[in-house]
């Protein structure tokens, strides 16, 4: 498409219009090229093996090694996957996911009501957090709580906090620890809960309580990392903080694991800032411990159920 001739042709031929239309063209041109190298990247007519060498399309092993190879429809569908998930934060983009597929299973038990104020009854039968519950043996809410979501205001609003702080704390502190953080501060959200309202049939449910751990996460990290950006960035999420906890305050929201989420994450960003010293192996020991164990809150939810 040629911006500039579209524009002569609408009349828009001032400086101004005609700037517009040599960004638009510039950007246009961008995303078409994106789009080529995406293609002839998802569509390479090659198989790769896990060593490294090229396989032809019809081949089943490597000639190199010897070992089976995945087939090509297999590996063309998660090079497209690939380019669906951003770069810079995986990990974020893989919580966005499981956020969404949790919410999607929810429709599906409380029908089109689950768009606005699905009852308790479905939201307890997907692994909303009760604390008499809990402590009469659904160990598994303490996690699962923190993927569902009561309405689509309520996971838009999370998802986009999400969003917007998750990429660039990954990118800070690793994948792994990322996602450590992550799942220990909802452990510390819902550990709030259940303790100081045990005798309350409450149905919790939501991520505030791992996001307020991002929160502390961001805060604590930068602030003991030290330089002049660490200051900004701890300001901005200390501002944050505050802000936050005043909304949830005013809404009447769950500010029990908005608080534990944030003193776990602001206590693990403090030490993340310290030197690691081979600290990258125990951290990802703990990230697959973790996901591990978010698995199997979900399997334990199922076989409940």
Known sequence: MDWKDLFYRLGLRGAA???R???WQRRWDEVQARWRDGRRHVLYRHKICACGALVDRQDRTCLRCGRAVTPWTVQAALRAVGLALPARGPVTALLLAANVVDFAIMLLVAGPRGLQAPTSAALQALGALVPPHFWGGEYWQLITYGYLHIGLLH????MFALSQIGPELERQVGGARFFAV???ALLGGGAADVLCRSADFVTIAGASGALFGLIGLGMAYAHFSGGALGLMQRNFFIKWAVYSFIF???V???NYAHG???VTGAALGW???RPRDGGDRVWTALAWILTLLTLAAFAGLALGR
């Open 21 to 23: 239309a040599w960004r």
């Open 182 to 184: 992550y799942t220990l």
């Open 155 to 158: 996971l838009a609003f999370n």
């Open 17 to 19: 219009w005609q700037w």
């Open 248 to 250: 949830g305050y005013m």
């Open 252 to 254: 009447g929201a769950d």
């Open 260 to 262: 534990g989420g944030f």
């Open 271 to 273: 030490l993340l800032a």
